[in-house]
């Protein structure tokens, strides 16, 4: 099957802890994405990433970070800086980044949720 | 800022009905895409248009682009139950190297 996966579904932090969320695809996407969605909101960019050893900070990078280390993986620590981590965060992919020809592909989601 | 601001922000219709979701957004666009949501879960592509087209259809979906007016339109004929989620456009800049900006979206209810 192809696809993108996030895991996990459900997470819980407490404040001040660093928390890593996987995010996997099999689809042979160059381009990776992560975004940030809170309730009755639209998605908002944290970092995306057009190649692999390559990403960009997008509107909302402050107290996260990510790696792209091989082109099927690209996982994001929230940080203990980031001051509101509770989310809903969507991880996606698109054959290549470049100029957004194309569609991105969705993973499920991960929720976060920081006490 | 968001670029892409959907109209209404709910709708509720009765199966059978079609559904109309409309988009505006402020700078000039390499491309427009519709993506759906249910609740709790991933985003779903449902259609992408470019700016050098006004109109294009898949199965009941039928979205239109007026590059003029920047605004876009995503009509859902014969609406099903199945139907109910949220609907986001979502725009692509001439330079944003595939970086899509979301509009807030529109939750469609469709009842039995």
């Known amino acids: 099957d192809g696809g993108i996966t996030q895991s996990p579904k459900y997470l819980f932090r407490k404040e001040g802890q660093n928390v890593t969320l996987s995010c996997e695809q099999n689809?042979?996407?160059?381009?990776m994405y992560w975004y940030r969605q809170d309730p009755g909101q639209g998605l908002r960019l944290i970092y995306y990433s057009q190649i692999v050893n390559d990403f960009q900070k997008g509107d909302i990078a402050e107290g996260y970070s990510v790696s792209r280390e091989k082109k099927e993986s690209f996982p994001l620590t929230v940080t203990s800086a980031q001051k509101n981590p509770t989310a809903f965060y969507l991880c996606a992919s698109s054959i290549e980044g470049t100029g957004g020809r194309y569609e991105q592909y969705f993973g499920p989601g991960t929720r976060l949720t920081v006490t | 800022s968001q670029q892409g601001e959907e109209d209404p922000q709910a709708l509720s219709i009765q199966e059978g009905e079609n559904a109309t979701m409309n988009c505006s957004y402020k700078t000039s666009i390499n491309n427009l895409q519709w993506y759906r949501q249910n609740s709790g879960r991933g985003l779903v592509h449902l259609i992408l248009i470019r700016s050098n087209e006004r109109e294009k259809h898949s199965g009941r979906l039928r979205v239109t682009l007026d590059t003029s007016k920047k605004s876009s339109s995503l009509l859902i004929t014969a609406s099903r139950a199945a139907d109910t989620a949220s609907y986001f456009c979502?725009?692509?800049?001439?330079?944003?190297?595939?970086?899509?900006?979301f509009g807030q979206g529109t939750i469609l209810t469709v009842h039995p």
């Open positions: 689809l042979n996407h160059d381009a």
């Open positions: 979502a725009t692509v800049g001439g330079t944003s190297y595939g970086k899509l900006t």
